[in-house]
């Protein structure tokens, strides 16, 4: 008889995939926001839920001047919603204070963009703030 070893998970992994002309979209709209911030909303493919295809721009979220340009009760509960994304005018994408109680409250994925907004400067966080890897696709 043969046993498998389990592995323990705290929590369910998911390989999260972005589709690269959607991360592109977040550095165009970023980069068109700049100095100002940019923020939206990240939209899964309807089959498995775990690709990113769409940015959702809320009103109001499009550019802001604080680090909470996301208001909690602005925020859709829709399942195809996985998380946010935003972008910081300067070269650190580590989340702020704000970002991260936005992070626990709300959605499983997180991206940030920073300055210059290209493929080198961004990042996703899980609903911790820990920084969680995501596959351009
Ligand atoms: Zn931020």
Known sequence: MTFF??????????????KKDTLNFIF????????????????????????????VILPGTISGDSHAIFQLHML??????????????????????????????????????AYPFDNSSWQAYNNNGEKIDISVI
């Open 5 to 18: 070893k389990k592995r323990k998970k705290p929590d369910k992994k998911v390989e999260w995939n972005i």
């Open 28 to 55: 165009e709209c970023a980069k068109s926001n700049y100095p100002k911030e940019f923020g939206g909303l990240l939209r899964v493919d309807s089959d498995e839920k775990t690709t990113i295809i769409e940015i």
């Open 76 to 113: 859709p509960i829709d399942f195809s919603i996985i998380g946010t994304c935003h972008s910081h005018p300067s070269l650190s994408f580590n989340p702020s204070d704000a970002d991260m109680f936005l992070f626990r409250k709300y959605g499983r994925v997180h991206i940030v963009v």
